[in-house]
């Protein structure tokens, strides 16, 4: 007997979120199928609201139920008690240590976060990572039956045509590096405008930092950072913050930078590694939680930070178009491999594996 019901839970379900794509790619997959399948959060935002119900219009049934985690939410105590079969997608919760200077409400977050993963292992028949990272988290907890699957990305949406005022500004000789990511603590962004200093004192001035991320995720952080800039007298030419902007700035971001750098010391999975391959851009980056499995054989992994031999790396690959090339070769083949390996026929099989 076939699969009958998938039904999926998050928190929130946001139009363009990366959560939320996911959720409804396999929502529409699992009813092409003839799968019975809907998606339920306590927010809904409203461009996305005729694909989804509020979860208080659910009646608990024997489904499969699949809980998108990444927060800790009320969702956890439905899904100690409720009927069906389980499942978990580990979508990671950054550790709470990270924030104990700057941001309590998300050190309480990755706090409680984390004891619900442990409470959920007694009820969950699979439990799945979007990065190895991840499943290998869920296996020292506890879940005794995981996998992987990557996060499901949809890259139709990075066809948008360049902002023109931007490429113009940007595209002016100078290197530009670039670096992705909202500007909270485990990004490490301290260590990423050492390397830059480096970079633009000693190897190449006409050199550029450009950090693209809301700035009002953790604002005693970003007014720290604004402090170090400071120290190492740089100016805005030198480090620009772009703040949270419109989707179409930000891929115009990727197409005008020369390389990009990771420094952060926690990711789940880390989707600008993905959207920097898109773009053909060079990554270098710290070798640390998902990032050495989302990025596999491909971009350049260090294990140090070391500013004077990141920064002499950063301009060798710039400086080298062979050396270039390859690393963007590598990165094209590893591209197909995530786009291989985050099928939603594969998911399905998993399902179908534990029934």
Avoid at 90 to 97: A, F, G, R, S
Avoid at 98 to 110: C, N, Q, S, T, V
Avoid at 164 to 185: E, H, Q, S
Wanted: with cysteine; glycine share 4%; net charge positive.
């Amino acid at each position: 007997m076939g699969i009958v019901e998938i039904n999926q839970f998050l928190p929130a379900f946001h139009y363009g979120d990366a959560i939320g794509f996911e959720a409804l790619s396999l929502k529409k997959y699992f009813q092409s199928k003839g799968i019975k399948s809907q998606i339920y959060a306590y927010h809904i935002d409203s461009a996305v609201s005729s694909e989804a119900k509020y979860f208080e219009e659910y009646e608990d049934k024997k489904d499969v139920k699949i809980y998108h985690f990444a927060i800790p939410s009320s969702l956890t105590d439905f899904f100690l008690n409720s009927k069906g079969k389980k499942i978990l997608i580990h979508h990671n919760i950054t550790p709470h240590n990270f924030f104990y200077k700057f941001r309590k409400d998300l050190f309480r977050i990755g706090y409680y976060g984390r004891k619900e993963l442990n409470y959920l292992k007694s009820v969950i028949s699979l439990a799945i990572g979007d990065s190895e990272y991840n499943r290998k988290e869920l296996e020292e907890i506890g879940f005794k039956k995981t996998a992987v699957f990557p996060l499901m990305v949809d890259f139709s949406k990075y066809k948008k045509e360049p902002v023109p005022l931007l490429k113009k500004i940007f595209n002016d000789g100078k290197l530009n590096l670039l670096t992705v990511g909202r500007i909270v603590a485990n990004k490490k962004y301290e260590d990423i405008i050492k390397i830059f200093f480096y970079l633009k004192k000693y190897v190449h001035q006409d050199s550029r930092l450009i950090i693209v991320g809301n700035t009002s995720a953790d604002k005693k952080y970003y007014y720290a950072l604004l402090d170090y800039i400071n120290f190492f007298f740089l100016t805005t030419k030198d480090v620009f913050f772009t703040g949270h902007i419109p989707y179409d700035e930000l891929l115009t971001y990727y197409q005008v930078s020369d390389i990009f750098i990771s420094a952060s010391e926690h990711e789940g999975f880390c989707l600008p590694l993905v959207e920097s391959m898109v773009y053909e851009l060079p990554v270098v980056a710290y070798k640390s939680t998902a990032i050495p499995y989302t990025l596999g054989e491909a971009g350049v992994k260090v294990k140090t930070k070391n500013p004077a031999l990141v920064g002499e790396l950063i301009y060798e690959i710039w400086k080298n178009r062979e050396l270039n090339a390859k690393i963007v070769s590598l990165q094209k083949k590893r591209l197909t491999r995530i786009k291989e390996e985050s099928s939603p026929e594969k998911f399905l099989k998993l399902i179908e594996d534990i029934l």
